[in-house]
């Protein structure tokens, strides 16, 4: 069982930045892959950036591409958004998930912080 909890989200004007946060408790954070995703109201839920167990492999979306990098810290059972030259299309909730791999289903979900992005 893992429980994640994600902190960091607020408000910044476009061409700021935000670190979001996703902590975790269970024993076996470390085994899990962890993705962002994120939901702007009205649409679809969308996938931003994952990281593998070990931090040695990371996937972003296209939109998320040399603006924000995912770091983790399994000592502190801890996965880092960190988002840089935000966008008001930025504008989401942004969920952290925890699965058995990149790009498998995910198991567990956070409940999410509102990160907004003003122009």
């Known amino acids: 069982q893992v429980q994640l909890v994600e902190s960091g989200g607020g408000l910044v004007q476009a061409g700021g930045s935000l670190r979001l946060s996703c902590a975790a408790s269970?024993?076996?954070?470390?085994?899990?892959?962890i993705s962002w995703f994120r939901q702007a109201p009205g649409k679809e839920r969308e996938f931003v950036a994952a990281?593998?167990?070990?931090?040695?492999?990371?996937f972003y979306a296209t939109s998320a591409k040399g603006r924000f990098t995912i770091t983790r810290d399994n000592a502190q059972n801890t996965v880092y958004l960190q988002m840089d030259r935000l966008k008001p299309e930025d504008t989401a909730v942004y969920y952290c998930?925890?699965?058995?791999?990149?790009?498998?289903?995910?198991?567990?979900w956070g409940q999410g912080t509102q990160v907004t992005v003003s122009a």
């Open positions: 269970g024993r076996t954070f470390s085994s899990y892959a």
């Open positions: 990281i593998s167990w070990s931090g040695g492999s990371t």
């Open positions: 998930a925890a699965g058995r791999g990149i790009g498998t289903p995910a198991e567990y």
